[in-house]
């Protein structure tokens, strides 16, 4: 048995749509500046500042039960808090280079997550 020298971390699962099933979240990839009016809104020209990308931590992910709110704790200095909504794509097949058409088929069995 392992001794931890404090308790690890569940792993951090969202609820896969029309089932009772939990999706294990292991990276969590992003798109930033891909909506021009937000882009906008934050002081940048997207027609002359790509999209960038970058990732987040598993545990950045805070699931909510459909109906339920939930408060996030945020410093008490922060003035420009943005919230955000995001739809998640679990992919259930390895590859690269995914031609378009047959990327849909990439998440295998897996169902859509919705957050």
């Known amino acids: 048995m392992t001794k931890y020298v404090f308790q690890p971390q569940a ?3 969202v609820p896969v749509a ?3 099933e939990q999706f294990p979240v292991r990276r969590v990839y992003c798109v930033g500046r891909n909506y021009a009016a937000h882009a906008r809104e934050m002081g940048f020209d997207p ?4 999209p960038f990308f970058f990732c987040k931590p598993a545990d950045a992910v805070v699931p909510v039960v459909a109906g339920d709110t939930l408060e996030l704790p945020y410093p008490a200095q922060t003035d420009n808090y943005h919230y955000e909504i995001e739809l998640v794509v679990a992919i259930g097949k390895k590859g690269s280079d995914i031609p378009l058409e047959k990327a849909m088929n990439m998440s295998g069995d897996t169902p859509p997550v919705w957050t």
């Open 11 to 13: 792993p951090v699962t």
């Open 18 to 20: 029309g089932s009772d």
């Open 47 to 50: 027609d002359r500042e790509p």
